[in-house]
């Protein structure tokens, strides 16, 4: 009996290892998948990587719903738009077309790079906007044929997009016309940073002014990720 008792044992632990193999296997592939699927919509950087959470994973598949998949990218550049220090949480994914995710969440740093390719063009006509980062504010200037304008600007969330919203401006020690005011604040209501590749339902949720650009939060309910790994 002893000898029965053994052999059966050893059987468990050699299926059990099996097992842990094959999982670890199809979720190898499963990871993979994501990975090349997202590379199809967006220039990833080196490093950029996929995690499917949980154990089994086989287990997660059969029952319809995977707890989580995060994914992490230094850098990437989708529609001509850079986003740095992406990160990426789906919740409860269901791993059949079209890929629905229970909850989505992705944090990602817009560089002062995009900003100024965003919005270096968006300031009194003929007279671009140069934007800086600097001390914890965002802030743009502008040339006027010597004349240089400083304007300090918030961050705000308009229609799913980024926008500017002037919050004061400065010409040196002289007071700024009210005309000139009115002028910028007019054209910095038009331009838009549009972020790209956005399912239905996520949307941007938080904005701040960071080190060395804007720190942005897209968070959504019930999203299929489907144009993303689909």
Do not use: H, K
Not at 96 to 111: F, H, K, L, Q, S
Not at 202 to 227: I, K, M, N, Q, Y
């Amino acid at each position: 009996m002893r000898r029965v008792a053994t052999v059966v044992l050893v059987v468990l632990v050699v299926l059990g290892a099996a097992f842990v193999a094959v999982d670890r296997f199809a979720v190898a592939q499963a990871e993979n998948r994501v990975l090349a699927e997202a590379r199809e919509w967006a220039e990833l950087a080196p490093g950029t990587e996929v995690e499917i959470d949980g154990f089994p994973f086989l287990t997660q598949v059969l029952a319809g719903r995977l707890s989580e998949i995060r994914g992490r990218a230094p850098s990437l550049v989708a529609d001509g738009l850079e986003l740095q220090d992406v990160r990426v949480a789906a919740r409860g994914v269901t791993p059949r077309e079209p890929y629905r995710a229970e909850t989505v969440e992705i944090n990602a740093d817009i560089p002062v790079s995009t900003l100024r390719d965003a919005f270096g063009q968006g300031g009194l006509p003929g007279l671009p906007l140069q934007v800086e980062v600097a001390d914890g504010l965002l802030q743009v200037g502008i040339d006027a044929g010597g004349l240089e304008l400083d304007a300090r600007v918030e961050p705000v969330i308009v229609d799913g997009a980024v926008g500017l919203r002037l919050e004061d401006i400065s010409v040196g020690t002289a007071d700024v016309p009210q005309e000139v005011i009115d002028l910028l604040e007019g054209a910095l209501r038009d331009v838009r940073l549009e972020i790209p590749g956005l399912s239905d339902g996520l949307e941007p949720t938080r904005l701040a002014v960071g080190r060395d650009g804007l720190e942005l939060r897209l968070e959504g309910r019930d999203v299929e990720l489907g144009s993303w790994i689909g």
